[in-house]
């Protein structure tokens, strides 16, 4: 059973830094899809960013490109969310998300992603 585990959200202040970790465990993931997404209150959940496990270039959300970095520990079977100069609009609750690269088709819609941690939550106040 693949459970997906994140930790490391809290209450920051704008301009700082948080990382976010996503424990994964059941099986072995050297074949899957990794991603963050985020909801904020009354929206919708949005892509964040993912990665291979196995490799391969990563993919951001435009809202984040060149403040977050999502990357992983093969050891520690552990995807991160490095977040760096944090604005109000990121607050939100990060999810951790997981699927079979077979059955991956590429599309950022939260629907293309069958596995999904607890989440956990950023505020970030102005």
């Known amino acids: 059973q693949v459970q997906l585990v994140e930790s490391g959200g809290g209450l920051v202040q704008a301009g700082v830094s948080l990382r976010l970790s996503c424990a994964a465990s059941?099986?072995?993931?050297?074949?899957?899809?990794m991603a963050w997404f985020r909801q904020a209150p009354g929206k919708e959940r949005e892509f964040v960013a993912r990665l291979n496990w196995s490799g391969g270039p990563t993919v951001y959300a435009d809202s984040v490109k060149g403040r977050f970095t999502i990357s992983r520990d093969y050891a520690k079977n552990t995807v991160y969310l490095q977040m760096n100069s944090l604005k109000p609009e990121d607050t939100a609750v990060y999810y951790c998300?997981?699927?079979?690269?077979?059955?991956?088709?590429?599309?950022?819609?939260?629907?293309?992603?069958?596995?999904w941690g607890q989440g956990t939550q950023v505020t970030v106040s102005s």
């Open positions: 998300a997981a699927v079979s690269s077979q059955l991956y088709t590429g599309s950022r819609y939260y629907t293309g992603f069958n596995y």
């Open positions: 059941g099986r072995s993931f050297g074949s899957y899809v």
